[in-house]
Every structure is written in C-alpha cells, then in structure tokens.
C-alpha cells in the first residue's frame, strides 16, 4: 500500500512564505515526475508544478517567480516553497506521483494522488 502524505499547509497573510511537503510511504523503488496541484474554491484543480527524477521542472504561469519544486529521490518526498504567497493563492494544495516503480518486473502505479492540504492565504 502507497500513501502520498502532504504537510505544510496553513494560513498566512498575503506576502508571506509557506514550504509543503509530500512523502511517499510504502516501498518504493523510484518514482518518474511528481507534483503539485491545487484546486481554488469553487473552480477546477489545476496544474502548480512538475518535477522530474532528473530534476526538470515546470511551473504555472502564475507562479513562476514566487514558487520553487524540489524533490528528494532517496526520500520519495517532494517540496514546494512558496514565496510571496497571493489570496489568489488560496486553495486545496494536491500531491501527484505519475508513476510509481515497486521493481523492475511489476507494472508502476499510475496517477496517485495525496489527500490536499489547505493553504489560505489573507489580505
């Protein structure tokens, strides 16, 4: 059993930073990208950004600049710094492992998601 466990989320006023993590729990041989996802109130989940194992990132428009992805292999754990935090900002924040390697024989686990965490942002 694999779980996607996010932390970090919380309130902050708007210009603040706040730093969320995801860990991967079970055992894992390697995970391809991960990500981060958010889904504001009211609107559909959207794309924050994307990590490779390699380390090749993508971000949303709306956040270069002010967001940095990273990730740490050995500890199946992603991270998400976010400076500069906008209300618009606000939303349920979404882990996302695109495939995960158990070994090298089993076919990976696709699209796992974590369970959100909130992150609000006040003016």
């Known amino acids: 059993q694999v779980q996607l466990v996010e932390s970090g989320g919380g309130l902050v006023q708007a210009g603040g930073s706040l730093r969320l993590s995801c860990a991967a729990s079970g055992t894992i041989f390697s995970i391809n990208t991960m990500g981060w996802y958010r889904q504001p109130p009211g609107k559909q989940r959207e794309l924050v950004a994307t990590?490779?194992?390699?380390?090749?990132?993508n971000y949303a428009d709306s956040v270069k600049g002010r967001f940095t992805i990273s990730r740490d292999n050995a500890k199946n754990t992603v991270y998400l710094q976010m400076n500069s935090l906008k209300v618009e900002d606000t939303a349920v924040y979404y882990c996302?492992?695109?495939?995960?390697?158990?070994?090298?024989?089993?076919?990976?686990?696709?699209?796992?998601w974590g369970q959100g965490t909130q992150v609000t942002v006040s003016s």
């Open positions: 990590i490779t194992t390699g380390g090749s990132t």
């Open positions: 996302n492992a695109d495939r995960i390697y158990f070994n090298r024989y089993v076919p990976p686990l696709r699209d796992s």
